[in-house]
Nanobody, 124 residues
């Protein structure tokens, strides 16, 4: 059974950096698209970035473009979200997810498998 597990969240000051990791088990990367989302309590889950099935094509939300980078290590079945120049408004629970298509996708409805999330808090 496919499972996604996020790690790397924590508390960081504005302007700092964090790298989130998503471990995929039950199958290997390189077949379907993967993405990162974030959610604040009481709000909709928001798209952050997505990467295509072969790890070569990416798409980002306008709010994080130029600051965040998504990448994959297919040999290790890992998906990364490198977050630089963090802002307080980046504070959220971050989720990784996998779609059933080739991607990349920016729409939440394209993603089927979800991790449990990891908290990122950016202080001012």
């Amino acid at each position: 059974q496919l499972q996604l597990v996020e790690s790397g969240g924590g508390l960081v000051q504005a302007g700092g950096s964090l790298r989130l990791s998503c471990g995929v088990s039950g199958r290997t990367l390189g077949t379907y698209a993967t993405g990162w989302f974030r959610q604040v309590p009481g709000q909709e889950r928001e798209f952050v970035g997505g990467i295509g099935w072969n790890g070569g094509t990416t798409v980002y939300a306008e709010s994080v473009k130029g600051r965040f980078t998504i990448s994959t290590d297919t040999a290790k079945n890992l998906v990364y979200l490198q977050m630089n120049s963090l802002k307080p408004e980046d504070t959220a629970v971050y989720f990784c997810a996998q779609a059933r298509g080739l991607g990349p996708y920016s729409s939440r409805q394209q993603y089927v498998f979800w991790g449990q999330g990891t908290q990122v808090t950016v202080s001012s």
